[in-house]
């Protein structure tokens, strides 16, 4: 476990390194290996390379070429190829989007995707649907993200989110927990309280663990890893290279995290 008290120790923040690398990254164009992971496509390619498991592709289409519900399996989701935080994410189940707990037609998706000019704008940008995962006990629903907070081949922590809705953030819930599945001693973000109960480990949590690790050390840098457990093993979700954009850590873990960090990309 980190210390509990960093202060007046020199350490950089975490949130000063992330905001410092969106700046090189897309501001002043820094070329760095592996820097375009974090699209939805090509963290897919990179994970199948590795042998990682990925969600199936039912289609990689636009937006006017969405097919019709009717001809799509009964659960499945649609996003696009860029984004974060499950903005313009529409997990489908029998014509409910389970994010907004709300009736959803393939006109309402086309619509929503076209009113947000960074995607109906986008030259390279792709819409993809893919596979509703199951989560691995069988719960209905949408299933958990285990998103690692990893630098190379070393995890920092674990944030499970069992995610509820998108417009009622109070109805998701958070664990933060060690490699060992043990809570953290303390709060992580300031706006996710974590909860209290414990949470089962998944029967494939030592897959999800190897399947980071692989990835984190061909990475070579800090990276959140997001990741599903489900009834066929470890799947890979997505890359993160500047989680919150950096914002809303607490005090304790901008420094803890901050001391992790080495080099210019987290793993010196």
């Not at 090189?24 to 990179?46: D, I, S, T």
């Not at 313009?88 to 009736?103: K, S, Y």
């Not at 109960?197 to 890893?225: A, H, N, Q, S, W």
């Not at 979700?237 to 919150?244: A, L, R, S, Y």
Request: net charge neutral; aromatic share 10%; with cysteine.
């Amino acid at each position: 476990m980190p210390p509990l008290d960093m202060r007046n120790n020199g350490v950089v923040p975490f949130s000063q390194r992330i905001k410092d690398r969106h700046r090189r990254w897309w501001q002043e164009g820094a070329q760095v290996n592996h820097k375009h992971v974090g699209g939805k496509l090509a963290g897919r390619q990179f994970a199948e390379s590795l042998g990682c498991k990925v969600p199936h592709l039912y289609g990689l289409v636009d937006i006017d070429e969405i097919p019709e519900f009717s001809d799509l399996p009964s659960r499945f989701v649609i996003k696009p190829s860029v984004g974060w935080s499950a903005k313009n994410v529409f997990a489908i189940e029998d014509g409910i989007n389970l994010l907004q707990d709300a009736p959803c037609t393939r006109k309402d998706v086309v619509s929503l995707l076209h009113s947000d000019p960074k995607i109906s704008g986008g030259a390279n940008v792709k819409i993809l649907i893919e596979e509703f995962l199951q989560n691995w006990d069988g719960k209905r629903g949408i299933p958990y993200d285990y998103k690692f907070y990893t630098f190379a081949d070393d995890i920092a922590f674990i944030h499970v989110i069992e995610r509820n809705s998108n417009s009622r953030l109070a109805a998701n819930r958070h664990w933060y927990l060690t490699e060992k599945w043990d809570p953290l001693s303390r709060q992580v973000v300031t706006t996710q309280i974590p909860e209290h109960g414990r949470l089962p480990k998944p029967d494939c949590f030592d897959e999800l663990v190897d399947r980071v690790k692989t990835m984190g050390r061909e990475l070579g840098m800090f990276m959140r890893i997001d990741m599903y457990a489900t009834d066929r093993g470890a799947v890979f979700g997505e890359f993160t290279p500047q989680p919150h954009g950096g914002n809303g850590f607490t005090a304790w873990a901008d420094q803890w995290l901050g001391s992790l960090w080495r080099g210019v990309e987290g793993c010196g």
